[in-house]
Nanobody
Framework: QVQLVESGGGLVQPGGSLGLSCAASGFTFSNYAMSWYRQAPGKEREFVATITSTGDSTNYADSVKGRFTISRDNAKNTVYLQMNSLKPEETAVYYC?????????????WGQGTQVTVSL
């Protein structure tokens, strides 16, 4: 079955760095764009970053541009998110997403999320 398993979350001080990973299985990883989203307590889930299926293009939320980097390794079926200069307001559960448009519909898979806490 389809699985997206995030890892790498934890506690980091403001200004610190953290790297997240998302290991995929159960579908053809290289056919899917991969994205990261996050959801802070009491807030809606928001887009963080995305990378195309081939890895040749990326896009970021304005709030993370220049600090976060998304990458992927199709040989390892894994997508990464390197987060630098983290801020307390970026405390959230970070989710991995796989998405693909098939004709008129979009297929989406989600991971279970990994907690990132930015605090002293």
């Amino acid at each position: 079955q389809v699985q997206l398993v995030e890892s790498g979350g934890g506690l980091v001080q403001p200004g610190g760095s953290l790297g997240l990973s998302c290991a995929a299985s159960g579908f053809t990883f290289s056919n899917y764009a991969m994205s990261w989203y996050r959801q802070a307590p009491g807030k809606e889930r928001e887009f963080v970053a995305t990378i195309t299926s081939t890895g040749d293009s990326t896009n970021y939320a304005d709030s993370v541009k220049g600090r976060f980097t998304i990458s992927r390794d199709n040989a390892k079926n894994t997508v990464y998110l390197q987060m630098n200069s983290l801020k307390p307001e970026e405390t959230a559960v970070y989710y991995c997403n796989a998405g693909r448009r098939v004709l008129t519909r979009t297929i989406n898979y989600w991971g279970q999320g990994t907690q990132v806490t930015v605090s002293l």
